[in-house]
């Protein structure tokens, strides 16, 4: 009887070993979030088979909300889609409070090109002042006589290395001679140190075009079409008919600077600030070299952009003063030189336009570039281009951030990177509710000579005078 129960008990342990994996699989099945995340079809699949007898419960499927892309992402797809990596991108915007609105590699170093001028173009007004106006002298020597407005002696032309002196500067000198009594010269014509004419430097070839400039009679198609472009200017307009002196036999020599001389006038540039403007516009690279020579080349520019912009040396490497050649600086350091000079111009009772070109609105190298009616007058700044390099560096206006800093320095083809870059400003423009057109009229003229002045200068040689 005893081994009849323990072989029952035996039995009935087995029967439950067995049936055990059966209960088991009969116990409902959790869903857990990430069912969710999948289908319906396959959530289902997953409830017991014995529980779904009859008709189901439509299953809803969850909805997550979608997750905004940011400015940065944005930005990062479209130039991956332009060059498959960031590297040849370096991007930097800034809000007025410091804040970064956008950054990409901008602790690395990039080619400026010719953003390089903004710096120069600090050097210069912070070293000369905005209102420094290169000098021309014209004096003479020997005698003059007015009573028939002839000078018996020689002209003479010196200078102080002024880019912007032209043949135009030579029309104002001209007909102030003639105001002044002067008829014609019977002499020779004398090139003093320091002239610039058009940017050259001989002295036969200044004194060729001071002769044909001064005497009418002279005048070439190339000088008649100049001066009936110019009639529609202001100082320009001033002149009914365009009077000049004479030279004979004008022959153009050095000046030796030993034969004694008086002076007649002082020929004063617009003030440095309106030649900065024309060359930054237009992306002067001979006019730049010139001013920067003035103060030390692209040693002196270094050094201001340590002393005074407060630069790292480690931030930037300056070889010229155009942007000409190898020079290199970090998008971050761009934007901190923006930044000074916004601040160091409104000092000044100035505005950047003063000395950047306004983009859509003013002549130059950014005069066809954010033409889009929301972005015209909102963009001020330097371009910058090279064989294989495209820059942009300046200020963007905004209706929620503000003005906002920037430089964007990139390697690649300018021709597609510039478009890159009117996209890229247009989404930050987005990014902080739409550009904000504060700049809406240009204050460029169309002459470089309309802010200059041709000043007498005849007390200190009256005595030399035969009246």
């Known amino acids: 009887m005893r081994h009849l129960v323990w072989k029952t008990l035996a039995l009935w342990s087995t029967c439950c070993l067995l049936t055990l994996p059966l209960v088991a699989q009969?116990?409902?099945r959790v869903i857990t979030n990430s069912d969710l995340q999948r289908s319906p079809t396959a959530v289902r699949n997953q409830i017991p088979s014995n529980r779904r007898s009859g008709p189901l419960e439509p299953v809803e499927e969850a909805q997550l909300p979608p997750v905004p892309l940011t400015l940065p992402d944005m930005v990062t797809a479209r130039l991956l889609s332009y060059s498959r990596s960031i590297q040849p991108h370096?991007?930097?915007f800034e809000a007025l409070d410091g804040t970064p609105v956008l950054s990409l590699n901008e602790g690395q170093m990039y080619n400026p090109a010719s953003v390089t001028k903004v710096m120069t173009s600090m050097a210069a007004l912070e070293t000369l002042g905005v209102n420094y106006r290169y000098l021309t002298r014209v004096s003479y020597t020997g005698t003059i006589d007015w009573s028939t407005g002839t000078l018996t002696g020689d002209l003479v032309f010196s200078g102080e290395y002024d880019p912007s002196f032209s043949t135009e500067s030579l029309?104002?000198?001209?007909?102030?001679?003639?105001?002044m009594g002067l008829r014609r010269v019977q002499g020779n014509l004398r090139i003093g140190s320091g002239?610039?004419?058009?940017?050259?430097?001989?002295?036969?070839?200044?004194?060729?075009?001071?002769?044909?400039?001064?005497?009418r009679t002279r005048w070439t198609p190339r000088m008649e079409a100049l001066w009936n472009a110019l009639r529609g200017i202001k100082v320009f307009s001033q002149m009914p008919t365009y009077q000049g002196i004479m030279i004979s036999p004008g022959n153009v020599i050095a000046d030796d600077h030993t034969t004694?001389?008086?002076?007649?006038?002082?020929?004063?540039?617009?003030?440095?600030?309106?030649?900065l403007k024309s060359i930054n516009a237009?992306?002067?690279?001979?006019?730049?070299?010139?001013?920067?020579?003035?103060?030390?080349?692209?040693?002196?520019?270094?050094?201001?952009?340590?002393?005074?912009?407060?630069?790292?040396?480690?931030?930037?490497?300056?070889?010229?003063?155009?942007?000409?050649?190898?020079?290199?600086?970090?998008?971050?350091?761009?934007?901190?030189?923006?930044?000074?000079?916004?601040?160091?111009?409104?000092?000044?009772?100035?505005?950047?336009?003063?000395?950047?070109p306004i983009a859509g609105i003013d002549n130059g190298t950014l005069q066809r570039r954010f033409t889009n009616p929301e972005l015209v007058g909102s963009v001020i700044g330097k371009t910058g281009t090279l064989a294989s390099t495209s820059t942009l560096a300046g200020i963007l206006y905004t209706q929620k951030r503000g003005l906002l800093f920037f430089a964007i320095l990139e390697r690649g083809s300018p021709h597609s990177l510039r478009p890159l870059q009117e996209e890229i400003i247009s989404m930050v423009a987005a990014d902080s509710g739409g550009a904000l057109p504060l700049a809406l009229g240009s204050e460029m003229s169309p002459s470089l000579c309309e802010d200059?002045?041709?000043?007498?200068?005849?007390?200190?040689?009256?005595?030399?005078?035969?009246?």
């Open 26 to 28: 009969q116990r409902p």
């Open 171 to 179: 029309f104002l000198i001209g007909e102030k001679l003639h105001e």
């Open 90 to 92: 370096g991007i930097y």
């Open 260 to 275: 004694p001389r008086y002076p007649l006038l002082e020929y004063r540039s617009s003030p440095l600030l309106r030649i």
């Open 195 to 215: 002239m610039l004419l058009n940017l050259r430097s001989h002295p036969t070839v200044i004194g060729s075009e001071i002769i044909s400039a001064l005497d």
């Open 452 to 467: 200059a002045e041709v000043v007498e200068r005849m007390a200190a040689r009256t005595a030399h005078l035969v009246r």
């Open 282 to 356: 237009y992306s002067h690279n001979e006019m730049i070299h010139i001013v920067g020579a003035r103060i030390g080349g692209a040693a002196g520019v270094r050094q201001y952009l340590i002393e005074k912009v407060k630069l790292s040396p480690q931030e930037f490497y300056l070889q010229t003063t155009s942007g000409l050649g190898h020079n290199a600086i970090t998008p971050r350091a761009t934007v901190k030189l923006i930044r000074y000079a916004v601040n160091w111009l409104a000092k000044q009772n100035l505005s950047l336009g003063e000395l950047l």
